[in-house]
């Protein structure tokens, strides 16, 4: 029978479903065992196999979990675009992933004016739920969002209930 993923119904455990998914990177990041890499995230293996089981693979009962090399877990994200942060639902590790980094990009941009970690980024987009967005790279609308505080982001994962999880 196969995992479902458990859905938050509150603030608390959105919280918790965002460390879980912590650890499933974690894990793949790293390549620790559950264990280690729950305590690192502090949380319980427990957490992680509730909210992100079907990213966990077990070869034989009572055996040891590994990480799947990608996942669909639903997750909801902000998006930087030329007019602000967008929220969207992402149902891929990979695109995560790849937000992740262009956040990064933009951080370092901010921090040193360097726009060389923003070339991998240029002219691509993302398609969610039927609409394009692009990736921000333009050192002028960067400035400009900059200018207007929007750059000040605290993390990937989207607001629940008005409080950044």
């Known amino acids: 029978m ?7 119904r509150n603030e608390r455990q959105a919280y918790a479903k965002e460390r879980a998914l912590a650890v499933v990177a974690t894990m793949r990041r790293e390549g620790v065992s559950l264990t280690v890499a729950a ?4 949380t319980t293996p427990n957490t ?4 992100a089981g079907t990213a966990l693979r077990q070869k034989c009962p009572g055996g040891h979990c ?8 639903a997750r909801p994200l902000n998006f930087l675009t030329p007019k602000g ?3 969207v639902t992402i149902r891929d590790s990979r695109i995560a992933t790849m937000m992740s980094e262009h956040l990064k990009a933009v951080k370092k941009y901010r921090n040193t004016g360097d726009t060389a970690a923003l070339a991998p980024f240029r002219g691509k987009a993302l398609r969610v739920s039927n609409a394009l967005h ?9 400035d400009r969002l900059g200018h207007a505080g929007l750059l000040e982001i605290e993390g990937l994962y989207r607001a629940v209930q008005g409080t950044p999880v």
């Open 2 to 8: 196969r995992r479902r993923n458990a859905k938050p």
């Open 39 to 42: 305590k690192a995230e502090g």
């Open 48 to 51: 992680v196999r509730r909210y």
């Open 66 to 73: 590994q990480v799947t090399r990608f996942d669909r877990i």
């Open 85 to 87: 942060r967008v929220p």
């Open 134 to 142: 692009e990736f921000v790279t333009d050192p002028k609308a960067l």
